[in-house]
Each structure stands twice: as structure tokens, then as C-alpha cells.
């Protein structure tokens, strides 16, 4: 079976800051993957990179078998415009950390914005899926309540149900719960555990180790723009190889 | 030395607060100042409103000519010329506000270069350009297809909406522009994330919430507008200035006219100030308690 994701000697730099210097990841169908690592070690510059909100510098990217970026023809690898990019971003649903709803929409119309506007679906059908998947993330009664209304864990289930109402096949997560007051990050992971029960393919940047721990097909864990070492979350959370991995593990849970 | 009197207070202070104060009554702060400054501004309001009333002005002939037909249609004129140079100005502002934060480093000098050239030119001096534009070309169109004589097609009512479109548009791209940059990243992004290209994004996602910064100074360009199409009146345009200027010329009747124009002007800037509010409240949605209060 094909990867849904395949990355091979990305790299990406800010200057001459090198942010990413060369990470390798295949993941499979209805994997979760759940990335850890301290600040600055390259995890949301890994994600931003799969999505395409940053340009790589270095090695290549494969999305469901196409190339993330570029179009090959003969011998050479074409630049794709701007459009062609949009599209390709549509195999991806992205989650940020801060949310990022669109605060002078409800939350349905969050959720619709995408379907009827970039895949040109019509305003019935676009809500009638809308108000499904907002039901799945438990919010069914607050279709009409606008971002400011709800609570910061409400919004991140709307957040989730505006990135699944593109169907993506790949979900990114970007430290969903940090941003929440603790008693909040409960209900958001009970939403992300039920999306990987229903075989989603995602990649999940967070500090949840518990979450890592119950849900995770794979651990990662990344330090200075590389993956130092993965394997089943028991291997990784139990018994890293790496004096590193070991290091900031116990950072965290103490 | 401070420290010391700082204490004495305190104690004082605290004695106050132990002992039973239910019975005494409450004296409230007499704002004597208020009073005088009341007192003084109606005064001078007073002696104002008498200089006027007994000035040399015949109040019944600014009244008859409140609603002469040839004022009636200058008032329309102005609100007409206002609104469609304002809706030039908005459509430049927004396509060139656009171009500035294009990739292309062309389309971005292209774009500073309009703003710092029209910005930098008197308006009245913009006008008369426009208005004489035949002398630099004089016949405009494209050779061979269509082809109209410079005089024909300038006449005052474009060169005014031409001349006052253009320069509105150099100061709304900036506003515009101020507008989108006060826009979260994070919205481009989300916009991006659901597959948005650039302009899909900034369209659907970043101008309506922009519109919320973009607004209150749009309003105050529109009202600057409205009394700078009485510039219009020296190409001959017959907006309600020149309408006055007409009559008065005729009848001598120069401050009572002024008068009748100045009324106008009031009247149509106090129902765009009205429509404003009513337009900033529809964007205002989900804008939180501060921006949606009143
Ligand atoms: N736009 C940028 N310009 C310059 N440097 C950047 C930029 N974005 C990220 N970086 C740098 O790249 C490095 C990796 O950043 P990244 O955000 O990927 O870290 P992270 O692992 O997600 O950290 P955190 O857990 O704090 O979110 C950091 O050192 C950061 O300073
Ligand atoms: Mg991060």
C-alpha cells in the first residue's frame, strides 16, 4: 500500500537558520502519528512544510503519491502557481494551536465557508454536512453562536469540523489543547480520539503524552530540525534509546 | 519627612473606617467649574447666534432659496459626484492596497508610485489637469476602433469624477491597506489551510474583517468628499456651490447663498454619518462587546 505521506530529506531554512535539516517520515493509511519535542525543534515548521503554508527548501514531499510543490515533466520539476497549490492543500486539514475561526462567521458558517466557496458545493448540502460534523464534534446546538460566544474548546471542535468538512485524507494538528485551560482539554482530545477510531490518518504535534500514549500508532520525537527517534508510543514514552528523548520526556511529566 | 504625613493619614483614614459613619449625611463634590464653563459657553453661543440675527443678512431670502430648483439640483449633483467619485476612490484604493502586497516587485513600485503621486498633487490642480487633458491628448480611445474628441468626453462632470476618484483612491489605499495588515496571520492561514488561493482569501476572509478597521476612516474620507466636490465648481460643474455662486452672482445676495450652500452641506453629512454607524454595526458581528456596543 501507497504512503498517504512520504518525506524525504526535507529541509527547510529561515535565513540562515535551519529549521528543518533533513527529515525522512513515511506514514500509512489510518496511522496517527503523534510528533513531541522542546520548543523550537522544528515541529509546526514540519507541519506548515506538508501543507505548503511554508516553501521547502530542500528534498521532496509526497502527498497520496503527488508531489507537494512541483509538477515533474521530463527531467524537471516545475514550479505549481499559487491556485494549483490551493488545490493540493485540499488533501490536508490543518488544526492550529490559537484556532484561527473566522470571527465574524458562526460556527456553521465556518464550517460551510470551505465547501461552498472552494469545492462550490451548494448552501444546502454544504450545511446540511456542516451541521452533521458539528454534531460529531458535540456542538450541534451552537451552530448560530459566533467564536466569541464559545468557550476556547468549543472553538477548536469547530476548528476540527471546518478542517473535516473538506474531507481531507490527511489531518494536522498543531498543538490543538495548548492553548485551552486544562478542564478544556478533555473534550477536544475525546473529539480527536473518536477522528483516529474512525480511521483518519493524522499527524499530531502536542505535549499530551497520555494522549500520545493511548492514541498514537507512532511517537516521534524531534530535536534541532530532525527526528532523533520513533517507534510505538510504549518504546518511546517507556523506554527511550536517546539520552535526549529521555530528558525531555521526563520534563514533561514531572 | 513625606513617609511621616503618608502615615498620619493612614491612621486617620483607618480611624474612619472602624467607626460607624451610617449616621452622618453624604455631602456630594459641588462641580463648581462645570457650572461656569456651562455658564460661559451659552453665553458665547448667545452673543453669536445675536451677531448673526442682526447682521447684515436677510435670513428670509437664505430660506426661499433652501429649496430654489437650481439648488435642488446642485444638492443632487453633489451627493451624485460624491458618492461615485467615493465608489472610484474605494475600487482604486482596494485594487491598488492589493498590489502592494504582491509578490511581483513591479506591480508593487507600480502601486507606491500612484499613491505618492497623486497624494502629492493639490487636489484643485488635479482637477484642472483632467479638465484640460485635451491639450496632452487630444482625442483619447483606441486608434483605429474608437476615437472621441478630448473636449467631447471631458466634460466638467468626468474631469470632477475622474480628478477627485483618483486622488480619493492614493489616500483609501492606504487605508485599505492599513485595514488588512490589522487582520490576524492566522486568518491567512485558515483561509489558506481550506484551500483558499490569495485573492479567495483576502475577499471572503480578510476585507470583511478588515472592513472593521477600514471603516471609520472610510467614513470620514466620504464626509471629506462630499465638501470636496465644491471644488468641482471651478471647471464650471454645477454642484451646489457653483449653483450658490450662480445666484449670488446675479443678485449680490453673497452671505445669505453661502449660507443656503453651508446648510446642504450639513444636512447631507449628518445622514452619511447616520448611514456609517448603521454600516460599522454590520460589520461589527462577532467583533466582541467593545467593538459592538452602540
Ligand atoms: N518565520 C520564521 N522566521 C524565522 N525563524 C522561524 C520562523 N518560524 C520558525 N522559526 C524558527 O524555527 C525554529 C522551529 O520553529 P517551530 O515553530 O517549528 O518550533 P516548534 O517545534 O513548533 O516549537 P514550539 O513547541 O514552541 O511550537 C525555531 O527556532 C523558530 O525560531
Ligand atoms: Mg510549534
New binding site residues.
Given amino acids: 500500500m501507497n504512503p498517504i505521506l512520504k518525506a524525504i530529506d526535507v529541509r527547510k531554512s529561515?535565513?540562515t537558520?535551519e529549521?528543518?535539516k533533513g527529515i525522512d517520515l513515511e506514514i500509512n493509511r489510518s496511522e496517527v502519528l503523534c510528533l513531541i519535542?522542546?520548543?523550537?525543534?522544528?515541529?509546526?515548521?514540519?507541519?506548515?512544510c506538508i501543507n505548503q503554508l511554508?516553501i521547502i527548501d530542500g528534498g521532496a514531499l509526497w502527498i497520496n503519491g503527488q508531489l507537494v510543490g512541483y509538477r515533474r515533466v521530463g527531467h524537471k520539476l516545475y514550479e505549481l502557481s499559487e491556485r494549483e497549490i490551493a488545490r493540493q492543500r485540499l488533501a490536508t486539514g490543518m488544526v492550529f494551536?490559537r484556532f484561527n475561526l473566522f470571527p465574524n462567521k458562526t460556527a456553521l458558517q465556518n464550517v460551510i465557508e470551505g465547501p461552498t466557496q472552494v469545492l462550490k458545493l451548494g448552501r444546502r448540502q454544504a450545511e446540511a454536512t456542516g451541521r452533521e460534523l458539528l454534531d460529531r464534534v458535540g456542538l450541534a446546538h451552537k451552530c448560530n453562536a459566533y467564536p466569541i460566544e464559545l468557550s476556547g474548546g468549543q472553538q477548536q471542535r469547530v476548528a476540527i469540523a471546518r478542517a473535516l468538512a473538506m474531507n481531507p485524507t490527511l489531518m494536522l494538528f498543531?498543538?490543538p489543547t495548548s492553548a485551552l485551560d486544562p478542564e478544556l482539554v478533555g473534550e477536544v482530545l475525546a473529539v480527536m480520539r473518536d477522528l483516529a477510531r474512525s480511521g483518519m490518518t493524522m499527524v499530531v504535534?502536542t505535549?499530551e503524552l497520555g494522549f500520545a500514549r493511548e492514541v498514537a500508532s507512532r511517537v516521534l520525537f524531534?530535536d534541532h530540525?530532525l527526528i532523533v527517534e520513533g517507534g510505538s508510543p510504549e518504546q518511546i514514552l517507556n523506554s527511550p534509546t536517546h539520552a535526549r528523548t529521555r530528558e525531555f520526556i521526563s520534563a514533561v511529566l514531572s | 519627612m513625606l513617609l511621616e504625613v503618608d502615615r498620619q493619614l493612614a491612621k486617620v483614614d483607618h480611624a474612619a473606617h472602624t467607626e460607624d459613619l451610617s449616621h452622618l449625611e453624604h455631602v456630594r463634590r459641588r462641580h463648581i467649574g462645570r457650572y461656569i464653563g456651562a455658564a460661559a459657553i451659552l453665553a458665547i453661543a448667545l452673543w453669536i447666534i445675536l451677531a448673526f440675527a442682526h447682521g447684515q443678512v436677510e435670513w428670509s431670502v437664505t430660506g426661499r432659496y433652501l429649496t430654489a430648483r437650481a439648488i435642488l439640483i446642485g444638492v443632487g449633483n453633489t451627493v451624485l459626484l460624491a458618492v461615485l467619485a467615493m465608489l472610484f476612490g474605494i475600487a482604486i484604493g482596494v485594487t491598488v492596497a492589493i498590489m502592494r502586497f504582491s509578490a511581483n516587485p513591479i506591480i508593487k513600485w507600480a502601486a507606491l508610485a500612484y499613491v505618492g503621486l497623486f497624494r502629492g498633487i493639490p487636489s484643485l490642480l488635479q482637477l484642472l489637469l483632467w479638465y484640460n487633458l485635451a491639450l496632452v491628448f487630444p482625442t483619447i480611445g483606441i486608434p483605429g476602433l474608437f476615437e472621441w474628441r478630448t473636449v467631447d468626453v471631458m466634460t466638467p462632470f468626468v474631469a470632477a469624477l475622474l480628478g477627485l476618484g483618483i486622488n480619493q483612491g492614493a489616500y483609501t489605499s492606504e487605508v485599505i491597506r492599513a485595514g488588512l495588515i490589522s487582520v490576524d496571520d492566522g486568518q491567512y492561514e485558515a483561509a489558506s489551510a481550506i484551500g483558499m488561493h490569495r485573492l479567495q482569501g483576502l475577499r471572503r476572509i480578510i476585507l470583511p474583517q478588515a472592513m472593521r478597521v477600514i471603516l471609520p476612516p472610510i467614513g470620514n474620507e466620504f464626509i471629506g468628499m462630499v465638501k470636496w466636490t465644491s471644488l468641482a465648481s471651478v471647471i464650471q460643474f454645477s454642484e451646489v456651490m457653483h449653483a450658490s455662486e450662480t445666484i449670488y452672482y446675479a443678485n449680490s445676495r453673497v452671505i445669505e447663498l453661502l449660507f443656503v450652500a453651508a446648510f446642504w452641506y450639513l444636512a447631507v453629512i449628518t445622514v452619511l454619518s447616520l448611514l456609517q454607524s448603521r454600516v460599522e454595526r454590520y460589520f461589527a458581528r462577532g467583533a466582541g462587546r467593545a467593538a459592538q456596543s452602540r
Fill in positions: 529561515y535565513g537558520f529549521a528543518l519535542g522542546p520548543s523550537g525543534s522544528g515541529k509546526s515548521t514540519f507541519l506548515r511554508e494551536q498543531d498543538e504535534v505535549h524531534m530540525g
